[in-house]
C-alpha cells in the first residue's frame, strides 16, 4: 500500500489500553504495507511505549509536549496553548504522511494534537475516541460550562472522528451535534499463542472448582468492588469457586479488605503487577468485566478471543463483543444481584458455554484483528 500514517498518542499514561491500542493499529498498519510514524512526548512514563513501539518497527518522534494529566486547567489550557499546537504542526509538515491519526482517550483529550494536526495542512486528520465521558458531564464539576466550550471547539475544528464501539457513537452523537458523520471501528488485538506455563497459585487451589478472574488496573474506572460483591452473593447462593484478580492499582488495598471481611482466605488471591498477565488466562473457567465506563477494552477482547466464558455489565463496547460471542452474557444492571445471577447462570452452564467458546472463536478472532481495525482505520480517514 505504500502508504505513510502519523500516529499522534495522547501520552496520557504509563499503562493502560490508549497506547496499547496504537501498537495493535500500528502491527495492522504494517500488515497492510503502511510505513508508520508516532509522535510521543519526552515525559518519562512514555519510554516504555517508545521501546515496545520501536521494537514494532516504528518511526518514533519525541517532543516536549505536555499531556492532559500535566495541565491544572485541564483541556481548557490545551485548547488555548499555541505554542504546542505549532510544534505539533511543525512535526507534521516534516513527516508529512498520508493521513494524521490522534489517539483520544475521551472528549477533552488531545484538543490541542488535533488542533496542531489540522494546522498543519499536510493531510486528511483523524481522530480515535476510546470512551467520549459525555453522558454525565451536567453532573461532574463545572459540567455545563465545560459542555458548552466543547460543543463550540468540535463544531470549529472538522476531522474524521472515529469511535471504537456502537455505545461510544451513541454517547457522543447524543451530547454533541458534530457537523459531520461519526465512524465506528471496532478494536482488534492479537491472539497469539500462551507458552505454556504454571502462575502461582495458592497451594490449597486443588480441588476442580470454577475460577472467576479478572485482569487489570485496580482502579475506580474498572468497579472491581461490585464483582466481589456479586462474586460473594453466587456465596451466599450455594455456589463454590474461586476468585482470581491479576493486576493491581489504588483500589488494591479497599478489595483486599472487603475480602478479607467477607469471603474465606483459600477462596481468592491477587497476583500483583504481572509483566505477562496472559499466561493466567487459560487458568480461567469464567471471565468478568464490571466497569462503570469503557470504549472497547482490549482486555476483554483478548479474554472473548480466548474462548472464556465471560459476564460484563453493560458498558460501551459490551454488546459489540456480545453479538459476535454467544459465550457472553450481559447483565440486566449494574446490581450485585444481576451481576451475581450471572455469574451464576455461566457457572451452571459452563460446559455448553466452553462448547459455544470453541465453535465460534476462529470466527471472533478474523472479525477482531489487528488487519481489519487497520484497513476500517484507513477507510475512515479517506484513504484506503
Not at 501498537?23 to 503502511?34: N, S, V
Not at 459540567?143 to 458548552?148: C, D, E, S
Not at 469464567?286 to 474462548?307: D, K, N, Q, W
Amino acid at each position: 500500500m505504500n502508504k505513510r500514517l502519523l500516529l499522534i498518542s495522547s501520552n496520557s499514561s504509563g499503562q493502560g489500553g490508549g497506547e496499547r491500542y496504537l501498537i495493535y493499529l500500528t502491527q495492522g498498519l504494517h500488515l497492510l504495507g503502511c510505513e508508520v510514524h508516532i509522535l510521543l512526548s519526552t515525559a518519562s512514563y512514555m519510554d516504555n511505549w517508545a521501546k515496545l513501539l520501536r521494537d514494532k518497527g516504528t518511526h518514533i518522534h519525541r517532543r516536549n509536549l505536555l499531556g492532559l494529566r500535566s495541565r491544572p486547567l485541564r483541556f481548557v489550557q490545551s485548547m488555548l496553548d499555541r505554542n504546542q499546537q505549532q510544534e505539533v504542526a511543525q512535526v507534521c509538515k516534516q513527516i508529512a504522511p498520508d493521513a494524521i491519526l490522534v489517539n483520544q482517550q475521551y472528549d477533552e483529550d488531545a484538543l490541542d494534537y488535533i488542533a496542531g494536526a489540522l494546522m498543519s495542512q499536510v493531510a486528511p486528520v483523524g481522530g480515535t475516541m476510546h470512551m467520549p465521558m459525555a453522558a454525565n458531564k451536567h453532573q461532574r464539576p463545572l459540567g455545563k460550562l465545560r459542555g458548552q466550550l466543547l460543543r463550540q471547539w468540535y463544531k470549529k475544528h472538522i476531522y474524521s472522528l472515529i469511535l471504537v464501539s456502537q455505545g461510544s457513537q451513541k454517547e457522543f452523537e447524543n451530547y454533541y451535534s458534530y457537523p459531520r458523520p461519526t465512524n465506528v471501528v471496532n478494536n482488534g488485538c492479537p491472539f497469539p499463542e500462551i507458552i505454556a506455563s504454571h502462575p502461582p497459585f495458592p497451594n490449597s487451589w486443588v480441588a476442580p472448582l470454577p475460577i472467576i478472574g479478572f485482569s487489570g488496573q485496580f482502579v475506580f474506572q474498572k468497579n472491581l468492588s461490585l464483582l466481589l460483591d456479586a462474586w460473594l452473593y453466587t456465596i451466599k447462593q450455594g455456589i463454590q469457586s474461586r476468585l482470581l484478580l491479576i493486576g493491581d492499582g489504588p483500589e488494591r488495598n479497599n478489595l483486599e479488605k472487603q475480602l478479607r471481611n467477607n469471603a474465606p482466605d483459600d477462596t481468592w488471591h491477587i497476583t500483583g503487577w504481572q509483566e505477562h498477565p496472559e499466561v493466567y488466562l487459560p487458568m480461567l473457567d469464567i471471565y468478568a468485566m464490571t466497569s462503570h465506563f469503557e470504549g472497547l477494552p482490549l482486555a476483554l477482547l483478548e479474554a472473548v478471543g480466548r474462548g472464556i466464558p465471560t459476564v460484563v455489565t453493560n458498558f460501551n463496547g459490551a454488546s459489540d463483543v456480545g453479538e459476535r460471542a454467544s459465550w457472553v452474557n450481559i447483565a440486566a444492571d449494574a446490581s450485585p444481584e444481576s451481576v451475581g445471577q450471572a455469574l451464576i447462570k455461566s457457572i451452571n452452564n459452563l460446559s455448553w458455554l466452553k462448547q459455544e467458546a470453541r465453535n465460534g472463536q476462529q470466527d471472533f478472532q478474523s472479525y477482531f484483528s489487528l488487519q481489519r481495525m487497520a484497513s476500517e482505520t484507513l477507510a475512515a480517514l479517506g484513504i484506503a
